[in-house]
T-cell receptor
Framework: AQTVTQSQPEMSVQEAETVTLSCTYDTSENNYYLFWYKQPPSRQMILVIRQEAYKQQNATENRFSVNFQKAAKSFSLKISDSQLGDTAMYFCAFMGGGSQGNLIFGKGTKLSVKP | NAGVTQTPEFQVLKTGQSMTLQCAQDMNHEYMSWYRQDPGMGLRLIHYSVGAGITDQGEVPNGYNVSRSTTEDFPLRLLSAAPSQTSVYFC?????????????FGDGTRLSIL
């Protein structure tokens, strides 16, 4: 069975600085997708970034980028120029190629951005 | 365009009561699913559906029933609520089955069982 591990329950960063959130996963599949979701205090689940396993190039979305290391099964999220609005829970999620859309989530990392 | 709508937003039940959490989407999505979120546990899949009339179990299905009579609606039923079902419940949908479709989440239902 696939598993997703986020080893940092809580992190903090100063505004305007850069922070990296870690995520590792375990799977025997070769074709899969990885995601980072943001959950602010409003409780909404917001897709931050997505990576297809068959793509070697790391995904980027404005201030958010990933470091995808397929052989190491690692998928970290880097947030540059952190803003107060980035304060949230961040969940790493895995979707297998044949899963029909089902997501497997990590336990989350609570990120606090301090002024 | 409302996206994924969940009702109610909050609910308090007594042990043994039954209730239905509603989920509706207006995007003509084939895939719909229910997750529960517990402190320190992340989100876990309860049930999912790949189209009207088709449902299947996820990781934590016990105590919950679902049905999918229309493309738009995917209700989650608790037949006899237990304190262990106190959680935040999220419904999600995507345009088609398969891994390359982004999931759209509802705003969640916070459920407390006394």
């Amino acid at each position: 069975a696939q598993t997703v591990t986020q080893s940092q329950p809580e992190m903090s960063v100063q505004e305007a600085e850069t922070v990296t959130l870690s995520c590792t996963y375990d799977t025997s599949e070769n074709n899969y997708y990885l995601f980072w979701y943001k959950q602010p205090p409003s409780r909404q689940m917001i897709l931050v970034i997505r990576q297809e396993a068959y793509k070697q190039q790391n995904a980027t979305e404005n201030r958010f980028s990933v470091n995808f290391q397929k052989a190491a099964k690692s998928f970290s999220l880097k947030i540059s120029d952190s803003q107060l609005g980035d304060t949230a829970m961040y969940f790493c999620a895995f979707m297998g190629g044949g899963s029909q859309g089902n997501l497997i989530f990590g336990k989350g990392t609570k990120l606090s951005v301090k002024p | 365009n409302a996206g994924v709508t969940q009702t109610p937003e909050f609910q308090v039940l007594k042990t043994g009561q039954s209730m239905t959490l509603q989920c509706a989407q207006d995007m003509n999505h084939e895939y719909m699913s229910w997750y529960r979120q517990d402190p320190g546990m992340g989100l876990r899949l309860i049930h999912y559906s790949v189209g009207a009339g088709i449902t299947d179990q996820g990781e934590v299905p016990n105590g919950y029933n679902v049905s999918r009579s229309t493309t738009e609606d995917f209700p989650l039923r608790l037949l006899s609520a237990a304190p262990s079902q106190t959680s935040v419940y999220f419904c999600a949908s995507s345009r088609a089955t398969g891994s390359n479709q982004p999931q759209h989440f509802g705003d969640g239902t916070r459920l407390s069982i006394l």
